[in-house]
């Protein structure tokens, strides 16, 4: 069986629907002229041999088999143009005669990629010549091909074969063929697209290219029903990569085979920003973006104080040096600033063999650490081994192995404030060795050599590349053949000759250190004294340079602090160590219930598993640890800091040790590390859901209560016992324990219930920007986790363990005071408290929320420049020592709905009833955007199960109030 309107249906996609010069194309084909970009037009001749290459490239015959140039014809010929359908059968036809399978007349017939998109191309012919034998013949066969495992290839020429076959399953009402490329599809997809949005090939160009292709799939896929992949959600990511990736220049970073280009035709925020110099759609909410895939996209800002293209932007790039469409690039790295491309990478050229293209895809073509006369492997995977990403600087390192018996590592720092970029190199060998540290210049830019370095200069200005360690020799090659060195891509088959820049030592372990930049004495003075030093070359950058050196000196930059991007960015911090303890003197406070043991823990990092995100989390935790190390404990209170780690992250732990030691003399609570391991195998309840419960498994029952048991804490038995907690990121300030115990001690006269939650009403809001941090003092309708505690008598110390802090209820409302008050236990909100909990706000949190929904007042804003001296400007010297006086209330009653899947079926349940009464009806209606998949009629019932509902769904529910009034509220995506 063959399904016309299938055919009919699937023909979509940049290739198979018209194009605006539509009339041209089609007169063209006509006159047997044939054009395909980036080729010149060609005469066909009336009775092809399929053997033609008149322009001797690999390409131009790759995409001549593939036979997608015929489509304008075939559009014509659906609307009723016979001539043009004439021509599509004579010429599609003669390609079928001639090259059967095992026996075509050129080996491009059925090459991999084109086999598919050729497959589409003939069943979407059958719309203009029908069910003829010769083409459904030719489409079994096609089926027969790409079923074969041994013909598939990775990539996007595999992925265009499993689209060929889904359309040819679809076309031939062939489920099993159907069913066979739906599988490879979705198994592609998540090989394809990481969980940041990355795509899996070493090519911006064509990241653009998998994410228009991969969206036309996914439309393939809807037109017959069939649910979208779990994975496709990781598709809505790309465009905030291609956004980092588009420099201020308006074009993609020359990674991997990409010559320019942009995302100009997206629809996304992001990319609209970044192509219009930040005139339309909306900035990412990050100037650094590190992605695992391997790479590193920096900038001084998004044109806040200076022009948008004046912006300095940094690249980096690491991982296998074998990606599909990549080159050898790893550690290579490019500059730009002030709208010149600086130092650049050398582009695509061609597909073809060539010099030319050894060149641009080898090592020599990238700014890189080059060694002469060596083979770079090309299975080398390049390694990124630490980064720190601060308000001050970017600092990345990579570990090289792909010369055999030498390990390259290479340091790359970029100075915010000083506008600087500092990269350190370190060649390791049994042997002396050649070495060589390259530097290719933009096509606009000329090049002289001075005494220690080199001068760039373009008509916006000038740039510096000076050496700060040793005396290499330099060199500058332009347009060199014999070997190829110093040149650019200019287009398809064109090169253009580039000045390359070259420090070269011949010695054991030759090292390099490089600034680029303006001049700055200052800095260099520092560095060429510092890298003298043994162990240097190591030092965090905190140590490196002075604070001095590393605020703002620049002044169109002095006002651009970076965000962090959450994706993909980690590092260690410049606040110094962390605390340890000193127990306070036993004392009492007039009015309490007596003696109070506080618990305060904190989880570090959790489930986290990358490298590069723990070392972000561990810089923000140090501050966490040092706003800890001032607060004050009141008398009568002992307070004790306990701080879980899991045994996969003992690298932090000597840090850890360290830093406790530190801060010895200020912290005023006892302290207690306690290590713990994840389950052997790993987590099966906590597989879906939330992102905080994945992130954070040990914040979850049951698997909270053993870390608690694990801590082994002997408190006295006369103690009441209140437990809080505070996120490895958030912060104290001095008086915020007096605030909690004051609360706690007023409380008592307000709940008859001897165990009780409470949170403080009000906090302080900090939102990391990029020209410094926001603080809000505000109200919240939500006690954040480190602004409430559950407080437990003496009596029930055993219920405390079964619940923990981070359980305390968020939303403390009247209809969830009634489900607590039924287990024994109050909830009261404490108004009028003086904030003294600040909750930390970059970009967005992993539930991608800012909070900013639930401030109900806002009391004051204020600003600082960098997070380093947020604390300073919250935290008093002193304090009085008289208690806020405030009130108890609880909040008004509110109702949710909550959803869960498992496998296909998605569950619902809405607390409305104990919220609004037993008088409402509701209604649940499943979403996949704006589409209603599945609904119910109004009734009584409040919860349920949508079997079978695809990915990427919300159900919303219709609240009808006894009045008639109606409202609606709807759950997350599952």
Request: hydrophobic share 35%; glycine share 8%; net charge neutral.
């Amino acid at each position: 069986m063959v399904s016309i309107e299938a055919a009919r249906r699937q023909a979509l996609g940049t290739h198979f629907t018209p194009a605006e010069n539509e009339y041209e194309l089609v007169s063209r084909l006509k006159k047997r002229r044939l054009h395909m970009a980036p080729h010149k037009a060609w005469t066909l001749p009336e009775e092809p041999t399929w053997r033609e290459n008149p322009f001797d490239d690999t390409n131009w015959q790759f995409q001549y088999h593939m036979l997608r140039w015929l489509d304008p014809l075939r559009r014509a010929g659906a609307l009723g143009d016979q001539d043009a359908a004439v021509l599509w059968e004579k010429y599609a036809r003669s390609w079928v005669e001639a090259n059967p399978p095992g026996s075509a007349r050129s080996k491009w017939a059925w090459i991999d990629m084109s086999d598919g998109i050729r497959a589409m191309e003939l069943c979407h012919g059958l719309t203009v010549v029908g069910e003829q034998p010769w083409l459904v013949n030719s489409l079994r066969d096609h089926v027969d091909w790409l079923m074969e495992p041994s013909h598939l290839k990775r990539g996007n020429h595999g992925f265009h074969q499993h689209v060929g076959l889904f359309v040819l399953g679809v076309v031939l009402e062939d489920q099993a063929v159907t069913d066979i490329a739906l599988q490879r599809l979705t198994d592609q997809l998540k090989a394809a697209y990481d969980e940041q949005g990355a795509n899996e090939e070493g090519s911006i160009s064509y990241h653009l290219q998998n994410y228009v292709w991969w969206n036309d799939a996914f439309t393939r896929l809807d037109l017959e029903g069939i649910p979208r992949p779990e994975q496709a959600h990781r598709l809505d990511l790309a465009p905030t990569l291609m956004a980092h990736a588009t420099a201020p220049s308006g074009r993609f970073a020359r990674i991997g085979d990409t010559d320019g280009g942009n995302a100009r035709k997206l629809n996304h925020p992001h990319t609209r920003f970044t192509v219009t110099e930040g005139k339309k759609g909306r900035k990412p909410d990050s100037t650094t973006a590190i992605y695992d895939a391997g790479y590193a996209f920096i900038r001084s800002g998004w044109g806040e104080s200076r022009p948008y293209k004046d912006e300095t932007f940094i690249t980096a790039t690491w991982g296998r040096q074998d990606k599909v469409h990549g080159h050898r690039d790893g550690g290579s790295v490019t500059y730009a600033s002030d709208g010149v491309h600086w130092l650049d990478d050398t582009g695509k050229y061609y597909y073809g063999k060539s010099a030319m293209r050894s060149y641009v895809t080898g090592r020599a073509g990238h700014n890189s650490i080059n060694i002469p006369g060596r083979t770079y492997r090309k299975d080398t995977d390049v390694e990124l081994t630490g980064h720190e990403d601060t308000d001050q600087y970017v600092d990345l390192t990579f570990r090289d192995t792909g010369y055999e018996g030498v390990t390259i590592l290479r340091r790359v720092i970029y100075l915010r404030g000083r506008d600087l970029l500092l990269v350190l190199d370190q060649v390791a060998g049994d042997d002396p060795l050649t070495a060589a540290q390259q530097w290719h210049c933009g096509r606009s830019v000329t090049s002289r050599a001075l005494g220690t370095g080199f001068r760039l200069e373009s008509e916006s200005g000038a740039r510096l590349v000076i050496a700060l360690h040793g005396t290499p020799e330099l060199s500058i090659a332009r347009a060199q053949e014999q070997p190829m060195a110093g040149w650019t891509s200019t287009g398809w088959r064109k090169k253009g000759p580039v000045d390359l820049l070259s420090f070269q030592q011949t010695k054991l372990n030759p090292r390099f250190a490089t600034l680029v930049g303006m001049w700055d004495p200052q800095v260099i003075r520092h560095l060429e004294a510092a890298l003298r030093e043994n162990g240097a070359w190591e030092l965090p950058v905190s140590e490196l340079f002075s604070e001095e050196l590393l605020e703002a000196q620049v002044p169109k930059a002095e006002a651009t602090t970076a965000t962090k991007a959450a994706v993909t960015s980690s590092g260690v911090g410049p606040d110094g160590p962390v605390p340890v303890s000193v127990t306070a003197k036993p004392g009492r406070v007039p009015g309490d219930s007596g003696d109070k043991t506080v618990v305060i823990e904190t989880v570090f990092c959790d489930g986290e598993t990358k490298l590069m995100t723990q070392m972000l989390y561990f810089r923000r935790f140090e501050r966490t640890l040092l706003s800890m190390s001032r607060v004050r404990v009141p008398q009568g209170v002992r307070a004790i800091y306990v701080i879980y780690i899991s045994s996969d992250k003992k690298q932090w732990l000597p840090r850890l040790r360290t830093a406790v030691g530190h801060f010895a003399q200020s912290w005023r609570m006892e302290t207690k590390i306690v290590v713990y391991a994840h389950p052997s195998h790993g987590y099966p309840a906590l597989t879906a859901g939330h992102p905080d419960v994945l992130k954070g498994p040990n914040k979850q029952a049951p698997l909270r209560n053993r870390l608690f048991l694990a801590a082994q804490l002997d408190i006295a038995a006369d103690h009441t016992l209140v437990r809080m907690t505070i996120d490895d990121d958030d912060l104290w300030l001095p008086w915020q324990l007096e605030e909690m115990i004051s609360a706690i001690n007023t409380a008592y006269a307000h709940t008859e219930y001897p165990a009780f939650g409470i949170g403080l009403r009000r906090n302080l809001l900090a939102h990391v920007e990029e020209n410094g941090v926001r603080i809000e003092n505000v109200s919240m309708s939500r006690m954040l986790t480190g602004n409430k505690a559950f407080v437990f008598p003496p009596e029930q110390r055993d219920r405390a363990l079964l619940y923990a802090p981070w359980n305390v209820p968020e939303t403390m409302t009247e209809n969830y005071r009634e489900q607590y008050r039924a287990q024994g236990i109050d909830l009261l909100v404490y108004e009028g408290n003086r904030p003294g909990f600040v909750y930390m706000r970059r970009g967005t949190n992993l539930s991608i929320q800012q909070k900013t929904g639930f401030i109900t007042a806002t009391h004051a804003v204020s600003t600082v420049d960098t997070e380093n001296t947020l604390l300073g400007h919250l935290s008093e010297p002193s304090r009085p020592s008289s208690i806020s006086e405030g009130s108890f209330t609880i909040d008004p009653p509110v109702y949710r709905i909550t959803v869960k899947r498992t496998g296909d079926d998605i569950s619902y349940y809405s607390n409305v009833k104990s919220a609004l009464g037993n008088d409402v009806r509701l209604a649940f209606h499943l979403l996949r955007g704006t589409t209603v998949v599945a609904k119910t009629g109004y009734g009584r019932v409040t919860s349920g199960v949508f079997r079978k509902a695809p990915a990427g769904c919300r159900v919303k529910m219709y609240v009808q109030r006894a009045d008639q009034s109606r409202e609606s509220k709807v759950s997350n995506v599952v």
